[in-house]
């Protein structure tokens, strides 16, 4: 196996190779997700807000369906995304997603940047828990279950008073929900396991009803409202898509 270095990320060959091999379903949605994004983008009123939000849609859309296709472009790509969602959830009042974002750069991107070889052949790693004990792995499928329920409980409370006693901001229950399934679903990810997609799925649907609240409370725009549901549409593509490892995949 060729040996990536930090250095191949800032080449056009390193981009070439991660978004070659995807789905035909994916690359179909990534080019109407592109025309949408930029469909929504560009016939609203624009706003500095507006076009940094038009550059993290696309960048974290693309990121996402580079992990559908288990050939991440986490790292540069979602690094720059992830800190963008960062300034326009706190422009949003929505702490949690914030946090979410920070998450998402220490739990995806930052592996990418420090040994971008954890990025290379990741259908060869996905696995449901269900099957650990059998594959003979050091911890059982009852202690990932017993860890994942922990992290996502852990989370959602923690968030909830964060939100109520610290940022007193105005959506608690549905930022903080959000942001823990996100939490628990990036951990998943990182660890290769296919129950991940079920709580991207949950996830995604929560980030359309928070930004379609926040939209409607006039604190952002609709661009992230349709974004989320480009997502769920790379969900369906992780279930239904044969060629996709995460749910189709040998023992």
Do not use: C
């Amino acid at each position: 196996m060729t040996q990536h270095t930090f250095f191949d990320l800032f080449k056009p060959s390193w981009y070439i190779h991660q978004m070659s091999g995807w789905s035909r379903s994916s690359y179909i949605l990534l080019i109407f997700g592109y025309l949408f994004i930029a469909w929504q983008t560009f016939t609203s009123p624009l706003s500095t807000i507006a076009i940094w939000t038009f550059i993290a849609a696309i960048l974290g859309f693309t990121t996402t369906l580079a992990i559908t296709n288990t050939r991440p472009l986490n790292g540069v790509f979602g690094l720059i995304s992830a800190l963008i969602y960062i300034v326009v959830a706190v422009a949003a009042h929505n702490p949690s997603d914030a946090i979410l974002q920070a998450v998402y750069i220490v739990l995806l991107d930052i592996p990418v940047l420090i040994s971008p070889n954890w990025a290379i052949d990741v259908e060869k790693k996905v696995r449901r828990i269900a099957e650990v004990d059998q594959r003979g792995e050091k911890h059982s499928a009852a202690y990932w279950h017993r860890l994942f329920a922990f992290s996502f409980i852990a989370a959602w409370i923690l968030l909830y008073f964060f939100e109520i006693y610290i940022t007193k901001t105005p959506r608690p229950m549905i930022d903080s929900f959000t942001a823990a399934i996100g939490i628990t679903g990036a951990l998943l990810t990182t660890l290769r396991f296919s129950e991940s997609y079920y709580f991207w799925i949950i996830q995604g649907l929560a980030q359309v009803i928070l930004w379609g609240i926040t939209a409607a409370q006039g604190d952002a725009s609709l661009v992230l409202f349709f974004t989320y549901m480009l997502y769920l549409a790379n969900d369906a593509v992780a279930l239904l898509d044969k060629r996709i490892a995460w749910f189709h995949h040998a023992n």
